[in-house]
């Protein structure tokens, strides 16, 4: 009995520690919202280790969905990133562009001018106010690995 008195203590702390991982996110979903990237004034972005970061705005308007991810300290500074984007309307993902001195900046956009000048595509409904944030978006480098992401609640006109 003094045995299982020792062991319980330790498997109880073991498994609090596997929910709370699980809870934060799941390698499964990669965008899926965690506490790291909510933000309620609509310009969210997460530093990672290497400091890069992404600023993201987001706007919803009657029959248009608006979304700019700019990346910022982005090493290498003239790398190729893209950036993927989700929101209820599901993901996208933009073409490549080089940075220039550790910046690059992806658009998104319903609007058919705003296509027309180089915004990636996506739906009218693609943002929709939801628990925590409407948006999160994702700097890929050009081997795809996430180097920055943020989330945001986007502003509804």
């Given at each position: 009995m003094s045995t299982i008195r020792k062991i319980a203590p330790a498997f109880t702390l073991t498994i609090a520690g596997i929910l709370i991982a699980c809870s934060a996110g799941s390698a499964n979903d990669p965008l899926a919202p965690d506490a790291s990237t909510r933000s309620a004034s609509g310009g969210g972005g997460v530093a990672t280790a290497s400091g890069a970061n992404v600023r993201l705005r987001c706007e919803l308007r009657s029959g248009r969905s608006r979304i700019s991810a700019d990346g910022r300290d982005l090493r290498p500074a003239n790398?190729?990133?893209?950036?993927?984007?989700?929101?209820?309307?599901?993901?996208?993902?933009?073409?490549?562009?080089?940075?220039?001195?550790?910046?690059?900046?992806?658009?998104?956009?319903?609007?058919?001018?705003?296509?027309?000048?180089?915004?990636?595509?996506?739906?009218?409904?693609?943002?929709?106010?939801?628990?925590?944030?409407?948006?999160?978006?994702?700097?890929?480098?050009?081997?795809?690995?996430?180097?920055?992401?943020?989330?945001?609640?986007?502003?509804?006109?």
């Open positions: 790398g190729v990133y893209s950036a993927r984007v989700a929101a209820a309307g599901g993901s996208a993902t933009s073409g490549t562009q080089q940075a220039a001195l550790g910046e690059a900046e992806f658009d998104f956009d319903s609007d058919r001018g705003d296509i027309a000048a180089g915004a990636t595509a996506i739906a009218p409904d693609f943002i929709a106010a939801r628990p925590g944030p409407d948006v999160i978006a994702e700097i890929l480098d050009a081997q795809g690995a996430v180097v920055a992401s943020g989330g945001a609640e986007c502003e509804l006109r």
